[in-house]
């Protein structure tokens, strides 16, 4: 490794400040339970590669300090919660800082917890973990930053107020001087809320003038990740003239980002950012659409590729091109690996898995046998169970191939009842349909390291969502860069990702679940299970599915386009240069 190259984006510390980057959650670390799923991961990936790349980065969270709770599952699947409380300073470095927010009219004191997240040529990434557990607090209030998608809509508000307005205080209190905010979600949009009162000077006397929002919306960019309507925060009148009192919410009124009669943080995010993109194509599409006032562009998600490369894949890119991990574009020359090493590594990569599995669930699964990879939340669009819309057929497939495994994986919300008896029927399924030829096994408690250790090890890794409901997805970009294929439906990131038959299988449209079941069958039998059976041309799919989607669905490529595209922009340079001017006279 070379230790004396300088990080890449090094003028953004002469020219200016910082990106401070705001997200619910974020995957930070395998042992701190602060992430619950895809939007987490995604948030730890984009700060590994900004890291890696050198840019001026720091973010923000919540501290989550009881977890994201471990899933326990019953013989019948059914799932009960524990939480993970963890101990902060075994990982972050408590700063004596002090900032408040109002919150229902009581003052709330918070604190950060600091993390340094470190690239691979030494440069840092701060991520401030905000926290309320404080004497000077109330009870409730200490509770705050408890639990990561806990409580009802109150709970969550209230934490938003503390990610959003507490957050920038804690950014200012801290010292940075912040080019750019970006909102990762909506859940930290009433950040511009705190911005819009500092450009204020702090008076709400007047209402804001067309050039004070203008001055907030330069220093804002957002990201949405949600494709449906349902799936955006919103909140009452009552519950926001309760919170956030009477004169900031009808601000926020006036201002727009009222929706349906809701106050609704993807509007107030969109309305005071210069810059707004959709995770994939489609999805910035279809974020056009459902907001058709505002300009939505897409950069398509990635993951971060060192930490989601199973060893013996990394051991094998080191010795081919051995320059991936500083420039990920490199993966694009594995389109002539030699086969036998591909399959060597995933060889080993299956057997790492089976063993896990054992160990788990003392059931022993074959390294020879094709085996498929289903991990996700257990959310009913994404439709776990459709491969068992008819067991004859799977049990048929099984027979065909000489043998099939499925790996299932997934929690389901604490409140979503219709995700727990998904996973009942899953688990059902796999009890009743399992023989010598059908070996369906559910793992228990599904997060970063079985995540890793699925899709490295499995053969092919199915995704059946119900479209648009996918907005990007990037378990199959994980698989990708582990050579493994994708079967999936044509949602999310994978209309990208699909070269039929060159990175993995489409499962065509079709009216119904069942049409798109029979699809998912045919394709398994004349397709995938016949190409199993030929080792040579089975890694000459697994080489071209790094070649071309490893090179390209990642966070390296990935952060250089939020560079481009949304940090540094003529336009944000040279109103950050004339605002950084005029502060500087003011002061
Ligand atoms: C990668 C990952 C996700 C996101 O994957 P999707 O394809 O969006 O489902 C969720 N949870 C864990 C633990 C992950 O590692």
């Known amino acids: 490794m070379n230790k ?25 670390h395998p042992l701190m339970p602060t992430y619950s799923g895809g939007l987490g991961v995604l948030a730890g990936d984009t700060l590994r590669s900004a890291a890696d790349l050198g840019m001026p980065v720091a973010a923000f969270t919540l501290l989550h300090r009881k977890g994201y709770f471990r899933q326990h599952l019953d013989p019948s699947g059914g799932q009960t919660e524990e939480t993970q409380p963890w101990n902060p300073a075994d990982f972050c470095t408590e700063l004596p800082t002090r900032v408040a ?12 917890w600091r993390y340094d997240m470190v690239g691979r040529f030494g440069h840092i990434v701060p991520i401030y973990l905000l926290d309320t557990d404080l004497e000077s607090n109330t009870g409730w209030d200490r509770g705050l930053t408890d639990h990561l998608y806990g409580g009802d809509t109150n709970y969550r508000f209230q934490q938003e107020v503390v990610l959003g307005m507490g957050g920038l205080r804690m950014a200012k209190a801290l010292g940075l001087y912040v080019d750019v905010f970006h909102m990762n979600e909506g859940h930290a949009a009433l950040l511009t809320l705190a911005l819009l009162e500092t450009q204020l000077g702090g008076g709400p006397q007047d209402g804001p003038t067309e050039s004070d929002i203008e001055r907030v919306r330069q220093r804002c960019v957002f990201t949405t990740h949600t494709p449906v309507p349902a799936g955006h925060d919103r909140f009452s009148v009552e519950q926001a003239i309760r919170i956030l009192g009477g004169d900031r919410t009808a601000r926020l009124r006036d201002l727009g980002c009222f929706h349906d009669g809701f106050l609704n943080l993807t509007m107030t995010a969109l309305r005071f950012s210069r810059y707004a993109n959709g995770v994939a194509l489609q999805h910035g599409r279809v974020s056009r659409e459902m907001f058709p006032e505002f300009n939505i562009d897409s950069i398509t998600n990635g993951v971060h590729a060192a930490t989601w490369t199973s060893e013996p894949i990394q051991h094998l890119l080191d010795e081919v091109v051995p320059q991936w991990r500083r420039d990920n574009l490199c993966l694009r020359n594995l389109i002539d690996l030699d086969e036998e090493k591909i399959l060597t590594a995933h060889a080993r990569a299956k057997v790492e898995l089976l063993a896990e599995v054992a160990s788990r669930t003392g059931q022993v699964l074959n390294p020879r046998v094709l085996t498929l990879g289903f991990a996700r939340r257990a959310a009913t669009y994404k439709r776990a169970d459709l491969l068992f819309t008819d067991p004859e057929r799977l049990a048929k497939i099984a027979k065909a191939s000489g043998g099939l495994q499925i790996l299932y994986a997934g929690k389901a919300h604490p409140q979503d009842e219709p995700g727990k008896a ?13 023989n010598d030829m059908l070996r369906i096994v559910y793992l ?46 044509l949602d999310g990131w994978w209309i990208e990702g699909w070269i039929e038959g060159v990175t993995g299988w489409a499962i ?42 490893g090179s390209y669905f990642n966070t390296d490529r990935m952060v250089r386009q939020y560079a481009r595209s949304a940090y540094y922009t003529g336009v944000l340079l040279s109103s950050t240069v004339q605002l950084m001017q005029e502060e500087s006279l003011a002061r």
Do not use: C
């Not at 004396?4 to 995957?27: C, D, N, R, V, W």
């Not at 998904?422 to 399992?434: F, G, M």
């Open 508 to 549: 065509e449209d079709g009216a119904t679940d069942a049409d798109e079941a029979e699809a998912m069958y045919l394709k398994l039998e004349n397709t995938v299970v016949p190409l199993y059976r030929s080792q040579q041309k089975w890694a000459q799919v697994m080489r071209t599915t790094i070649a071309y989607n």
């Open 4 to 28: 004396t190259a300088k990080p890449l984006i090094t003028e953004a510390h002469t020219k200016g400040g910082q990106i401070a980057y705001f997200s619910m959650e974020i995957a930070i």
């Open 101 to 112: 927010v109002t919150i229902e009219g009581r003052r709330v004191t918070l604190r950060a």
């Open 444 to 489: 228990e408690n599904y997060e970063w390291k079985l995540g890793a250790m699925l899709t490295a090890g499995v053969d092919v890794w199915v995704n059946t969502p119900q479209r648009p409901y996918e907005a990007s997805g990037t378990s199959g970009m994980k698989a990708a860069l582990n050579g493994v294929p994708s079967l999936s439906i």
């Open 422 to 434: 998904l996973i009942r029927r899953v688990v059902e399924n796999a009890a009743q349909l399992s």
